[in-house]
T-cell receptor
């Protein structure tokens, strides 16, 4: 079945550092890929998505490119801020009926001033 | 309302009690999903509705779990005879599919209900 593997955290960075959170997936067909973020005390929010190979999703300075050849969707940001501290989830949606999301285990990011 | 709402936000139950968790999706959203998120893990799919029809319940962990959406809007997830392993955050999400096979659609999540079974 479908699965998502993302790097374990916590990831601790200083403000303005470069961020990469790795995400790889296993799926049949051509899934859509998502990054969701969960800020402390809040619900899951969509950060960005890509729906076909080579698409790049971007939002709030974050970006991720759908790489079919490496089955990856790594999240990057050039300069993190303290306010980016949160848990980040990589997810995929297959083309089966219902299109439920399959999530990775989440990566906690802590940004220190 | 502007987003997906869930109630109660927190629920403490004694082992063996029945609980009911409510989800109000975004108005007009056809699809509704329930997920279970254990502490420190990613959400896991439980069940899916399209309008009032429950099209997939493959993720429900046992027959103690039951979900309904009788009028195609509000949904209730019921857990009978709760067990300690049921302790988790239960998330509801809704989406408005733009086409029949809409894996591209964004799911909008509610804040979740944190269930603690003692």
């Amino acid at each position: 079945g479908d699965s998502v593997t993302q790097m374990e955290g916590p990831v601790t960075l200083s403000e303005e550092a470069f961020l990469t959170i790795n995400c790889t997936y296993t799926a049949t067909g051509y899934p859509s890929l998502f990054w969701y973020v969960q800020y402390p005390g809040e619900g899951l929010q969509l950060l960005l998505k890509a729906t076909k190979a080579d698409d790049k999703g971007s939002n709030k300075g974050f970006e991720a490119t759908y790489r079919k050849e490496t089955t990856s969707f790594h999240l990057e940001k050039g300069s993190v801020q303290v306010s980016d501290s949160a848990v980040y989830f990589c997810a995929l949606s297959g083309r089966s009926a219902g299109n439920m999301l399959t999530f990775g285990g989440g990566t906690r990011l802590m940004v220190k001033p | 309302g502007a987003g997906v709402s869930q109630s109660p936000r927190y629920k403490v139950a004694k082992r063996g009690q029945d609980v009911a968790l409510r989800c109000d999706p975004i108005s007009g959203h056809v699809s509704l999903f329930w997920y279970q998120q254990a502490l420190g893990q990613g959400p896991e799919f439980l069940t899916y509705f399209q309008n009032e029809a429950q099209l997939d319940k493959s993720g429900l962990p046992s027959d103690r779990f039951f979900a309904e959406r009788p009028e195609g809007s509000v949904s209730t997830l019921k857990i009978q005879r709760t067990q300690q392993e049921d302790s988790a955050v239960y998330l509801c999400a809704s989406s408005f599919p733009l086409m029949a096979a809409a894996a591209t659609d964004t799911q909008y999540f509610g804040p979740g209900t944190r269930l603690t079974v003692l």
